[in-house]
């Protein structure tokens, strides 16, 4: 199956900095999610990324959709206590199958 | 609105036994998603009912796994009998529509620990 190359696999970072993740993949996908999974609860959307070369941002959150479609990035400007959690990338092929990365554990030191 | 829900949150039981597992979506979604995170690995897509009917169960790892959602409502996971390597978290999702532009809400999650 295809799979989602997804670094870093962990980050500890002070409250205030910023925070970059990225999702790489042999294989072209056509949409790009990015998902947040807080403790104890399921992943939920934050980003969607529909277009190669596509940049979107959701609050402090900023996304976007490589030119290649073969990989994604996502940023945290400015790092709050309530940023911690997993963040998993997400990949809809042709086939509209879902294929997710291994997740980016954070952790937020106030 | 309700989300998603599971149940259980969590079970732990010994190799050999069965586990059923269970997901009762948002009200009116017909898309139902399944799919499973073993520790530290990424989250994998085991199964997807439209309704009652299964779309694609393609990412079901072998037969020990059943899974059904009679009269296109809830849906239920069984494990039998239940090995090791099961062990993962257990990830329900639903959604009104397929493919890229409908959004799918998971649930919690159910944790399955086999001994």
């Known amino acids: 199956g295809q799979q989602l190359n997804q670094s870093p696999q962990s980050m500890f970072i002070q409250e205030g900095e910023d925070v970059s993740m990225n999702c790489t993949s042999s294989?072209?996908?056509?949409?790009w999610l990015w998902y947040k999974q807080d403790p104890g609860e399921g992943p939920v959307l934050l980003i969607a990324?529909?277009?190669?070369?596509e940049l979107t941002s959701n609050g402090r959150l900023t996304a976007q959709f490589g030119i290649t479609r073969k990989d994604s990035f996502l940023n945290i400007s400015a790092s709050i206590p309530s940023d911690v959690g997993i963040y998993f990338c997400?990949?809809?092929?042709?086939?509209?199958?879902?294929?997710f990365g291994t997740g980016t554990s954070l952790t937020v030191i106030p | 609105e309700a989300g998603v829900t599971q149940f259980p949150s969590h079970s732990v039981i010994e190799k050999g036994q069965t586990v059923t597992l269970r997901c009762d979506p948002i009200?009116?979604?017909?898309?139902l998603y399944w799919y499973r995170r073993v520790m530290g690995k990424e989250i994998k897509f085991l199964l997807h009912?439209?309704?009652?009917?299964?779309?694609?169960e393609s990412g079901m790892p072998n037969n020990r796994f059943l899974a059904e959602r009679t009269g296109g409502t809830y849906s239920t996971l069984k494990v039998q009998p239940a090995e090791l390597e099961d062990s993962g978290v257990y990830f329900c999702?639903?959604?009104?529509?397929?493919?890229?532009?409908?959004?799918?809400?998971f649930g919690p999650g159910t944790r399955l620990t086999v001994l």
């Open positions: 999702a639903s959604s009104i529509g397929q493919g890229a532009y409908n959004e799918q809400f």
């Open positions: 294989s072209i996908f056509n949409t």
């Open positions: 990324l529909y277009k190669a070369g």
């Open positions: 997400a990949g809809l092929n042709t086939g509209n199958q879902f294929y």
């Open positions: 009200s009116g979604h017909d898309n």
């Open positions: 009912f439209v309704k009652e009917s299964k779309q694609d």
